[in-house]
């Protein structure tokens, strides 16, 4: 019998903490805190099916059908005129429409990154990034923008490409300042590289308005943006993530290149799904749940945060962040192995995201990514109280 032949090498590397975590979700009576998923509540679900019942009337060729690599024109446009201002001039050129951010992620790694070459990397950095990357076997150089000697234009230079998460990083929900921003846009077209900007909470500003994104700040007033920004977005958490819709918002020429790889992926993302969009916002609906949504996840944010503060301040140190969906918690005792905790936290009830995963060399065992969006406030404070016996418990077994 021939030997069935073995997986690709990068498969061997996936990291079983991953794995472990993805799969608690599904254990009874289990706390999540480790996910990075909405209220299902928030989503306008009769707006929703009532879009899609009549795109499938109206539109069936397009609903139904192949549609355009790139996206529907009507959605492009409409995506271009939202972030288009007086110096910042897109066109549809400048926008694809990918089945959700994540897509967009494989493909920026499809067309920017050669097999084992450097890609500079906000510090700790999105797992899905990581994992879109990973075939790729790519080189890091971390980011850590809170350094004070971070030096934008030496951390970019000699990458592909650099990314960042500016509003409230997953995981660790920290807002770049604007200066910052300034600088990083400034690093970007010194060094000729490519700014990923990946933005899917740049809705979710709780505390404040929103930064100007650097997309914005790297326009130059040409009459099409060609600038060195490729932003991307989701309509994940302004709608539900189930549509699966995000885009890019870049150079002409980046569109193109991405509309190659996507036509190797995919094909298209769903006309069904780019239709319901398109009506939601025609009808404003993203506005119009925003302030709900805000107020839940405040409310959440706030009731964690209190419960960290009451149970868990010896153990950790944390900033609240001002938006976004996460807690990011450094442990006080480098003996806290945050691997060993998640495991200590299961048998407690309650799932956490070690900070190992957020790692591209999956080495840093220092801290806990805490989500505070899918849980209700009580829920919360109870999963705190089990991550602060399960964190006593393993602290006592590592003296
Ligand atoms: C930083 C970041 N980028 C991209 C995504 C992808 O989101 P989606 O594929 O749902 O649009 C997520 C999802 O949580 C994220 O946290």
Redesign the pocket.
């Known amino acids: 019998m021939p030997r069935r032949p073995d997986f690709a090498r990068w498969l061997d590397e996936t990291n079983d903490v991953t794995q472990t975590f993805l799969a608690a979700g599904q254990i009874p009576g289990l706390v999540n805190l480790a996910g990075?998923l909405p209220e299902p509540d928030t989503w306008p679900v009769a707006e929703l099916s009532e879009f899609a019942a009549r795109a499938m009337s109206e539109y069936p060729a397009q609903a139904l059908a192949y549609t355009p690599i790139d996206g529907l024109p009507d959605l492009r446009d409409r995506i271009a005129a939202q972030y288009s201002t007086g110096a910042l001039r897109l066109t549809r050129d400048n926008v694809l429409i990918?089945?959700?951010?994540?897509?967009?992620?494989d493909l920026l790694g499809k067309v920017l990154l050669d097999p084992g070459q450097l890609v500079a990397a906000q510090s700790p950095a999105?797992?899905?990034?990581l994992d879109a990357w990973k075939p790729r076997a790519p080189r890091y150089r971390p980011l850590v923008f809170e350094d004070p000697g971070f030096d934008p234009q030496a951390g970019l230079a000699g990458a592909q490409f650099a990314y960042a998460?500016p509003n409230f990083?997953?995981p660790s929900g920290r807002l770049v300042p604007l200066e910052q921003r300034r600088a990083l846009v400034a690093a970007a077209q010194a060094t000729g590289v490519w700014l990923v900007e990946?933005?899917?909470?740049g809705h979710l500003y709780y505390d404040g308005p929103a930064l100007p994104h650097m997309l914005a700040l790297s326009a130059s007033g040409a009459a099409v943006y060609d600038g060195p920004v490729i932003y991307?977005?989701?309509?994940?958490?302004q709608l539900a993530?189930g549509l699966?819709?995000?885009w890019v918002i870049a150079a002409p020429k980046v569109i193109k290149a991405l509309t190659t790889a996507k036509q190797g992926s995919d094909m298209f993302t769903s006309g069904l799904c780019q239709h319901i969009v398109i009506e939601a916002l025609d009808r404003g609906l993203p506005e119009r749940i925003l302030p709900g949504i805000l107020d839940t996840y405040r409310a959440r944010r706030d009731a964690l945060c209190a419960a960290m503060a009451e149970h868990l301040s010896d153990h950790f140190a944390w900033q609240v962040p001002a938006g976004g969906?996460f807690v990011w918690a450094v442990a006080r005792d480098a003996a806290l192995d945050t691997d060993a905790l998640m495991k200590t936290g299961l048998a407690h009830g309650v799932c956490i995201s070690p900070s190992s995963v957020f790692d591209p060399l999956g080495r840093d065992r220092r801290a806990i990514r805490v989500n505070f969006t899918l849980n209700p406030p009580e829920v919360l404070a109870e999963g705190v109280r089990r991550l602060a016996a399960a964190t006593r418990a393993q602290l006592a077994k590592a003296a």
């Open positions: 990075g990918t089945t959700g951010g994540m897509q967009a992620l999105y797992l899905g990034a998460v990083s997953n990946d933005d899917p909470y991307t977005g989701t309509f994940s958490k993530p699966r819709v995000g969906m």
